[in-house]
């Protein structure tokens, strides 16, 4: 039983459901349901889908995250930089059916998270470096608000990068429709103000927290309505505002897509780094929110949840979601104890997709254009950027290196950059792990590094501190910081490596130390080792390097400096 609920986790929280879980869960559906109304269209659009897509992929995927997910409180459904890789995806796709190859990257992507879920490859995720997600998420949160210019502007721009939005804009200066730009601008405004200002300023007048809280977030729902009041009244359509349009009324019927294996060959690499990329923010959110409550997720079990939510997306003609952190942070704060509180956001949606969709065809583009500028501006974190600066230059590197690769030359290779950065830079530094001789504090038995404090020690015993896993990469390193060593002083009869954080020698290193140690058989210095952790001794016993090691392997340092001095 236990292990069917840890793969279905409402069975666990499902379990103490009351009507005062029931009452909290309710009211935080009824505020992410307006907020998630306009943002599931607006996100639509930035994707290149028509805006009922939005609504679409925001139904069934938050019912079976609620079914699989771990998290409490995590909302999931359409986000920007998802949205925006999307939209870059199936941009690559030769076809004119924008929805299919949609469709299909949904169905990728939660076939690849679940096959993750299920061999436990969550760690996949830790090859994304916060500095280089940081650097992504603001990058990407710069492009989405300039991608959006053009229909704040009311003008025709192409292009993917940075360069050419603003060379499209710029070149597009003459067409601006002022009606348009008047609607976008005062909209951008109004909700930025909402953000800031409106709760305290209700507050002021007498208005409750939870009734202010509720109208604030209310406040994307109010801009619309205003907007479409005034192209209705005004007739704005004919003056070249540009509109939502017609959206068709009802729900999809539930399907899987056709399947396409060249739009498959096509989509795969852009659905794994959708994947990846949607798995790292849904966790960094799940876990920071899970801690506040002092409750834990699993990110094995996150990858299944998210499947199942993709799965879900493509089944109801949606496409690729993850966890928002705007909407996760509202659903907290507005006291969701459950996921259940996902399942009535969802039947909310469903109802709106119902009933309120014929009301949203003299919805100007400009509307959502600003609810998707206001909304991923919060992305863009400069302050975050300067810390990482100070604190290292070589992070730095890469989180600049992410940045600019994705404004000049779009979300893929930013994506792929960042990683691979991330990998050389790791590489580089454990290439040259550090190493300290080391040397016995007075009347203790502690050894610290000689540069660093006054310590005991003894010519005739070298003491190399390795603070670093050693393998391929470093294994030259190690051999020629022991020969620089040995070279400077020939009073050394012991050498003994001290390995409290060394947690893996691999076959290559453990050739370097073979290798080491008959070198310094030749030269009448024997090599021994110090603090040697159990589970990197359980696989040098699977070795032959024990048997034909003719040094001694010490449990403590001190027991090592003893003993040598003796034989000394």
């Known amino acids: 039983m236990k292990k069917i609920t840890s793969y279905l986790p409402i069975l ?113 995720a830790n090859f994304l470096s916060q500095p280089v997600i940081s650097g992504f998420i603001t990058a990407s949160g710069l492009l989405i608000a300039a991608s959006q210019l053009k229909n704040i502007f009311g003008v ?20 601006v429709n002022w009606i348009t730009l008047a609607l976008g601008a005062g909209s951008v405004v109004f909700l930025y103000f909402s953000r800031l200002r ?19 977030r209310a406040a994307p729902i109010l801009t619309v309505a205003i907007t479409i009041w005034l192209t209705t009244a005004f007739d704005l359509g004919n003056e070249g505002v540009s509109l939502v349009g017609a959206i068709p009324q009802g729900l999809p019927a539930p399907k899987l897509p056709m399947v396409d294996f060249e739009l498959i060959k096509i989509l795969i690499a852009p659905a ?65 104890e459950t996921p259940a509180a996902s ?7 469903a109802v709106a997709t119902l009933l309120l969709t014929p009301l949203l065809a003299n919805l100007p583009q400009a509307t959502l254009s600003a609810t998707i500028i206001v909304a991923v501006l919060s ?22 290196a992410t940045i600019l690769v994705t404004l000049g030359f779009g979300v893929e290779p930013g994506v792929v950059s960042g990683v691979l950065l991330s990998l050389i830079l790791h590489l580089y530094r454990t290439s040259k792990p550090h190493m300290a001789v080391i040397g016995q504090i007075p009347d203790t038995e502690h050894f610290r590094n000689i540069e660093r404090h006054d310590v005991l020690t003894d ?5 190399l501190r390795i603070d670093e896993s050693l393998y391929f990469a470093n294994r030259r ?71 034909n090691f003719k040094g001694s392997v010490f449990l403590r340092q001190y027991e090592a400096v003893m003993t040598l001095q003796k034989k000394a």
């Not at 399942?343 to 949606?349: E, P, R, V």
């Not at 400069?382 to 600066?389: C, D, H, K, N, T």
Request: with cysteine.
């Open 343 to 349: 399942i009535f956001t969802a039947l909310g949606i």
């Open 272 to 336: 794994f780094l959708i994947s990846l990329i949607g798995f790292v923010e849904s966790v960094s959110v799940a876990e920071t929110l899970a801690a506040k409550r002092r409750q834990r997720i699993v990110p094995d079990q996150e990858l299944i949840g998210l499947g199942a939510a993709n799965i879900a997306s493509a089944i109801s003609s949606g496409y690729p979601v993850t966890g928002g952190f705007a909407r996760s942070v509202v659903n907290y704060d507005a006291g969701a």
């Open 477 to 547: 390193f190690l051999e020629n910081r022991i020969e620089e060593l040995v070279a400077k002083n020939a009073s050394i009869k012991h050498l003994v490596l001290v390995c409290p954080a060394v947690n893996l020698i691999d076959a290559s290193a453990v050739e370097s130390l073979e290798m080491i140690s008959h070198r310094l058989n030749n030269l009448g210095i024997q090599l021994h080792l110090s603090e040697v952790k159990g589970p990197v001794m359980d696989r040098l016993q699977r070795t032959d390097f024990l048997k």
């Open 12 to 124: 666990e929280w499902s379990k103490g459901y009351n009507r005062l879980t029931l009452t909290s869960d309710l009211i935080a559906a009824v505020i992410v349901t307006i907020m998630l109304i306009p943002q599931s269209l607006a996100y639509a659009m930035l994707a290149g889908l028509p805006p009922e897509i939005g609504l679409y992929a925001s139904i069934l995927p938050l019912i079976a995250y609620a079914i699989f997910g771990t998290s409490r409180t995590l909302a999931v459904g359409p986000v920007a930089v998802v949205s925006l890789m999307t939209a870059s995806a199936i941009s690559q796709y030769g076809g004119t059916d924008a929805l299919t190859a949609a469709v299909t990257l949904a169905l990728l992507s939660g076939f690849i998270l679940l096959l993750m879920g299920i061999l436990k490859l969550g760690f996949i």
């Open 459 to 463: 010519d005739s015993i070298l003491s």
């Open 156 to 175: 025709s721009i192409h292009g993917d990068t940075m360069i050419d939005i603003m060379s499209g804009l710029w070149s597009q200066i003459h067409a």
């Open 379 to 400: 992305l863009v974190d400069f302050r975050s950027v300067a810390r990482v600066y100070k604190y290292s230059k070589s992070d730095f590197s890469a989180m600049a």
């Open 198 to 216: 409106l709760k305290s300023c209700l507050q002021a007048i007498g208005v409750n927290g939870r009734s202010a809280d509720i109208l604030t």
